[in-house]
């Protein structure tokens, strides 16, 4: 069974701050995701990657970074937290088919509060 | 650019009524739709999907879905609800290639028993 784990569940941290949340899958997963999920926005993609040390701009990357130094491991980087970043954040992943046959697995999610 | 609607927000139904979740899409290409659920306190799992072929799609839990083309619909459904079947239901869209999934703000479904 796919199997992806967010390292926190629950994070807050102080407006300003250097943020990192981590994501490691155990399928040997090319593609990885990850989006914050709002009330009444649904899931918004943030960066992807389908390949180690790649990595494409979703939709709202502003604020965001990401790193992929290892195929099962992506992280979110926040540079400078700010309190529009509280938000639940969803890691994904899924086999590289550009055919779009592969579905995405998600993990528990990080809720993140900026105070 | 694509894009997903899914117009019914909350839904509130009585065990063993009839659902149909509504969702339409916007994209020029191949399309590949998607139905997750998420349970309360749960991570998102997928409910069904479709690729090409048959235009209806069975998923778990006796769900179902049905893409009609010339609608850019991709509609859910299920006979008779039950309250385990509480939860927050998304539509999503893959429009080719490794790019990620692009969600409809979801449906929040209430069975009462």
């Known amino acids: 069974d796919v199997k992806v784990t967010q390292s926190s569940r629950y994070l807050v941290k102080r407006t300003g701050e250097k943020v990192f949340l981590e994501c490691v899958q155990d399928?040997?997963?090319?593609?990885m995701f990850w989006y914050r999920q709002d009330p009444g926005l649904g899931l918004r993609l943030i960066y992807f990657?389908?390949?180690?040390?790649?990595?494409e701009k979703g939709d709202i990357p502003e604020g965001y970074s990401v790193s992929r130094e290892k195929k099962e491991r992506f992280s979110l980087i926040l540079e400078s937290a700010s309190t529009n970043q509280t938000s639940m954040y969803l890691c994904?992943?899924?086999?590289?088919?550009?055919?779009?046959?592969?579905?995405?697995?998600f993990g528990d999610g990080t809720r993140l509060s900026i105070l | 650019a694509q894009s997903v609607s899914q117009h019914n927000h909350h839904v509130i139904l009585s065990e063993a009524a009839s659902l149909e979740l509504g969702c339409n899409y916007s994209?020029?290409?191949?399309?590949?739709l998607f139905w997750y659920v998420q349970y309360p306190g749960q991570h998102l799992q997928l409910l069904l999907k479709?690729?090409?072929?048959?235009?209806l799609v069975k998923g778990i839990k006796g769900f179902e879905a049905e893409f009609i083309k010339s609608k850019f619909s991709f509609n859910l459904r299920k006979p008779s609800v039950q309250w385990s079947d509480t939860a927050e239901y998304f539509c999503?869209?893959?429009?080719?290639?490794?790019?990620?999934?692009?969600f409809g703000k979801g449906t929040h479904l209430i069975i009462q028993p």
């Open positions: 990657s389908y390949d180690v040390k790649m990595k």
């Open positions: 994904a992943s899924s086999f590289l088919d550009r055919g779009g046959n592969q579905p995405q697995h």
């Open positions: 999503a869209l893959l429009g080719g290639g490794a790019d990620g999934l692009t």
């Open positions: 399928m040997d997963h090319e593609n």
């Open positions: 479709y690729f090409s072929g048959d235009p």
């Open positions: 994209y020029g290409g191949t399309v590949n």
